[in-house]
């Protein structure tokens, strides 16, 4: 195997248990819930708490890693998160819970700008967007996997020892990055003359790039189109990590095992979905172009989704309301490869700056929905009206896409 591939593995790894720990409170929300005496608009804070101190430090934590590279940087985010994974288990009251998710958010900031940092440098133009749709399909698969293996473990040791042992997994993870990974293929034993060759001449950026200045960064029109898309896809995406389970057994009165079932299919086909959209943007690409390349699949990929999560909403049967949303992750996860695909392509040797701008956008969108389901189900006592607020967000998300141009980088003009 191809040492490129390998480290593409590990990043996998990386993105599994990224969403381990990150669904995991979504899973386990009925009980942190009853043992802390929480409402739904309180916990709502203390999902938002992530999200917004997660996008706060994206853009700071990418630019690091431009920077210092993805070896150190990547680790120090690792050990922080899964640190602050292990202390949620300890927590005894709302403001105690509300601050350690804020800096368990602070932590894990800068883990995608960074695995994009690592594509740039590892991988040929024309492997990029199948390289995102594996990591992003390896997160689907940890959101798939963590309704399966924390729910058997909170019942049998508690919903506090479930974070504890989620943590030291991610701990072990660090250390085998650190001790194995090298920021250039150049720099790594093992890389043959031919991948380096193959690497080096396709990838998207030199050694001899320049870093460009933010105010060249921000005022690129492309890279703002960017930001608001995400930010608006982000309200899709955040209804399932943090509210899908309070949805399914508060909204529609599903069993945890029927909850259960459909989260970790949600994520199975979010994978499905991550895979395909990066093969696919990458196959129109080589075809049509770079711009008809992405943004055909990122369009059509949320603009379908709107139209499921609209008729999920109006969907009286509680078992097709459950299929319909599966099926919303499936479309709107065509176009998360290809979204940060972009952010490489226009990016270049910024990719972690453009990736964490792009990133910091749409976890503000994270952060407004996670406390707008909290507020209006608590005013309304109604489940289904945050899902016709995300249908309307994600079809201004799929529009958006005609204004992405990826054929122009950021560039510093003359």
């Known amino acids: 195997m191809n040492v490129r591939y390998r480290v593409l593995t590990v990043l996998f790894l990386l993105s599994t248990i990224t969403y381990l720990d990150r669904v995991c409170m979504n899973v386990v929300s009925k009980y942190v819930k009853a043992d802390l005496g929480l409402d739904n608009q309180q916990f709502g804070w203390i999902l938002g708490a992530f999200s917004l101190a997660y996008a706060l430090f994206e853009i700071p934590t990418g630019t690091m890693g431009d920077s210092l590279g993805p070896r150190r940087v990547l680790t120090r985010v690792v050990l922080w998160w899964s640190g602050f994974t292990m202390l949620t288990g300890t927590a005894t009251s709302f403001l105690y819970l509300l601050i350690v998710r804020f800096l368990f958010g602070i932590g894990e900031a800068g883990a995608y ?73 150049t720099e ?28 060249t960064i921000l005022r690129n029109p492309d890279l703002w189109a960017l930001m608001l898309m995400c930010h608006l896809f982000f309200y899709g995406s955040y209804f399932f990590t943090n509210w899908s389970s309070t949805y399914f057994q508060e909204g529609r009165g599903l069993s945890e095992d029927d909850t259960k079932n459909f989260i970790s299919l949600s994520y199975f086909l979010g994978a499905v979905g991550c895979l395909v959209g990066g093969l696919l943007s990458d196959a129109l690409t080589k075809r049509y172009g770079l711009k008809i390349g992405r943004r055909v699949v990122g369009a059509g990929g949320l603009g379908l989704s709107s139209v499921f999560f609209l008729l999920a909403g109006l969907a009286s049967d509680n078992q097709t309301a459950g299929y319909l949303l599966a099926t919303c992750v499936l479309l709107k996860d065509l176009a998360l490869p290809v979204a940060f695909a972009v952010c490489v392509d226009i990016g270049q ?39 016709f607020l995300i249908a309307g967000c994600l079809l201004v998300s799929a529009l958006l896409w005609l204004k992405i141009d990826p054929t122009r980088p950021v560039t510093v003009r003359e």
Request: aromatic letters at 14%.
């Open 113 to 185: 700008p960074n695995a994009s940092i690592v594509i740039s440098r590892w991988f040929p133009a024309v492997e990029v967007g199948r390289a995102q749709s594996v990591i992003w399909a390896a997160g689907r698969l940890g959101g798939a996997l963590t309704p399966l293996l924390v729910i058997p473990l909170v019942h049998w040791a508690g919903w506090r020892w479930a974070f504890a042992i989620l943590g030291l997994v991610g701990v072990v993870w660090a250390v085998g990055w650190y001790t194995w990974f090298r920021d250039e293929p």
């Open 349 to 387: 040797r910024n990719a972690g700056a453009v990736t964490g701008s792009m990133n910091f956008a749409g976890q503000l969108g994270g952060f407004f929905i996670t406390i707008l389901f909290g507020m209006i189900v608590e005013q309304t006592h109604n489940f289904n009206y945050p899902l």
């Open 188 to 215: 790594k034993a093992g890389v043959t003359p031919a991948e380096l060759h193959t690497i080096e001449s396709g990838r998207k950026i030199r050694t001899s790039d320049h870093r460009i200045p933010w105010q």
